[in-house]
T-cell receptor, first 115, second 116 residues
Framework: DAEITQSPRHKITETGRQVTLACHQTWNHNNMFWYRQDLGHGLRLIHYSYGVHDTNKGEVSDGYSVSRSNTEDLPLTLESAASSQTSVYFC??????????????FGPGTRLTVL | GEDVEQSLFLSVREGDSSVINCTYTDSSSTYLYWYKQEPGAGLQLLTYIFSNMDMKQDQRLTVLLNKKDKHLSLRIADTQTGDSAIYFCAESIRRGGSGGYNKLIFGAGTRLAVHP
């Protein structure tokens, strides 16, 4: 069955380290998204991509970067991890860019702790 | 502006109905969604409603949309312990004109606790 996976599921790192979170989907969706989830804030969009080599900043993109070299993967990199980036990170994908239903399908999440 | 608001917590007795409310600000919203998040898991789509509809029913779930007041609600009939989760309201808004894109804005989530 097609799915969306994230790895690792849990990660502990130190301040200043570079960290990369992986997201892989097998639906062949063009659109992929990264969110962070924090208490009281719901989900906030970090970066998104509408296709290979396309990347866009979301509302909380500072300190994060993404690259899209193929349809299936959108890795999220924290260049120099900060304690404020301790959070749960969700990857999502959707099949359409515009038009009708914009449903997004979510991965299981990665819990990142920055010490 | 882009903002979706929900109450953070709701407690109900098993068998009762639950009503989770949401308000949004963008009048150009095309679709509105309810997602469910169980502990330790990602978000799963429960149901959605197109902005030209007032109501949508799907088994135990009823979605009501008041477009004038920008108010969305999710009613769960005969609430069960398995319904305990966080429920997120989200609106889909369009940016960028005819060649543009749809974007989802999420509320902070309502934690539903079901007790015997």
């Amino acid at each position: 069955d097609a799915e969306i996976t994230q790895s690792p599921r849990h990660k502990i790192t130190e301040t200043g380290r570079q960290v990369t979170l992986a997201c892989h989907q097998t639906w062949n969706h063009n659109n992929m998204f990264w969110y962070r989830q924090d208490l009281g804030h719901g989900l906030r969009l970090i970066h998104y991509s509408y296709g290979v080599h396309d990347t866009n900043k979301g509302e909380v993109s500072d300190g994060y970067s993404v690259s899209r070299s193929n349809t299936e993967d959108l890795p999220l990199t924290l260049e120099s991890a900060a304690s404020s980036q301790t959070s749960v990170y969700f990857c999502a994908s959707s099949p359409r860019r515009s038009g009708s239903n914009n449903e997004q399908f979510f991965g299981p999440g990665t819990r990142l702790t920055v010490l | 502006g882009e903002d979706v608001e929900q109450s953070l917590f709701l407690s109900v007795r098993e068998g009762d109905s639950s009503v989770i409310n949401c308000t949004y600000t963008d009048s150009s919203s095309t679709y509105l969604y309810w997602y469910k998040q169980e502990p330790g898991a990602g978000l799963q789509l429960l149901t959605y409603i197109f902005s030209n509809m007032d109501m949508k029913q799907d088994q135990r779930l009823t979605v009501l949309l008041n477009k004038k007041d920008k108010h969305l609600s999710l009613r769960i009939a005969d609430t069960q312990t398995g319904d305990s989760a966080i429920y997120f309201c989200a609106e889909s808004i369009r940016r960028g004109g005819s060649g543009g894109y749809n974007k989802l804005i999420f509320g902070a989530g309502t934690r539903l606790a079901v007790h015997p």
